[in-house]
């Protein structure tokens, strides 16, 4: 994480990339987030933010690339969680050489050797719109009030995961593979005012993974 001026008004505040893909987080002298860019060899987004309005656009670029698994995608999720995870808990879990079938109820198995110990992971997509339109057109649009775009989808994605018996829901931690505009104003807003909600799901853990730092948080508890 690093800040660098870049006018009087906008400072780019965070960012996270690889080889190929560069994400850029925006925000004003207040730290309101003003603007998420994110480009890579096979896709570009940009959301810009006035006041509470957000518009969003994301294009699908041509690509010689085969897009991830399910399982794949999943994976590279739990990766970008462990580092915090870890971090937060003086922990040492990583992502085990043997997973779960495709049809169990754990997406990914994860394990501590130091505690000799396995936790279990469940990763969903925290907004279904954008990726069913991009299966389309390879090309997304919307504008709205930012908040509750990311609150309703956030909430409808959780409990689409309320599926399972409560008993498995209790061992288990729900990682949110995050969409690209939600801002971490608005993770933290939806901490406040679902609190109770979260609490009632029985999951252990709900986690929302976005692409960088300041919104790979911890929903609940």
């Known amino acids: 994480m690093f800040t660098k001026k870049i006018d009087k008004e906008i400072s780019i505040f965070d960012t996270a990339g690889t080889t190929d893909s560069l994400t850029i987080l925006a925000k004003d002298q207040k730290g309101t987030t003003k603007g998420i860019r994110d480009v890579s060899d096979q896709r570009e987004y940009a959301a810009n933010f006035t006041d509470d309005i957000v518009q969003e656009k994301y294009s699908v670029k041509q690509s010689q690339k085969k897009p991830n698994s399910k399982r794949e995608q999943e994976i590279i999720v739990a990766n970008r969680f462990l580092p915090v995870f870890n971090g937060q808990n003086k922990s040492q879990f990583v992502v085990t ?93 939806f901490k406040d005012s679902e609190k109770k909600f979260m609490e009632n799901t029985g999951y252990k853990e709900i986690w929302f993974i976005g692409g960088l730092s300041e919104t790979i948080v911890k929903l609940y508890p």
């Open 97 to 189: 050489l043997n997973q779960p079938p495709t049809d169990s109820h754990i997406d990914v198995l994860i394990f501590d050797k130091n505690i000799r110990k396995n936790l279990y992971l469940q990763v969903r997509v925290s907004d279904d719109e954008p990726w069913r339109e991009l299966k389309k057109k390879k090309f997304f649009e919307r504008s709205g009030i930012g908040f509750v775009l990311h609150h309703n989808a956030i909430k409808r994605a959780i409990e689409s995961k309320l599926k399972y018996p409560i008993q498995l829901r209790r061992e288990i931690l729900l990682l949110l593979d995050g969409w690209l505009g939600v801002r971490p104003e608005d993770l933290e807003q």
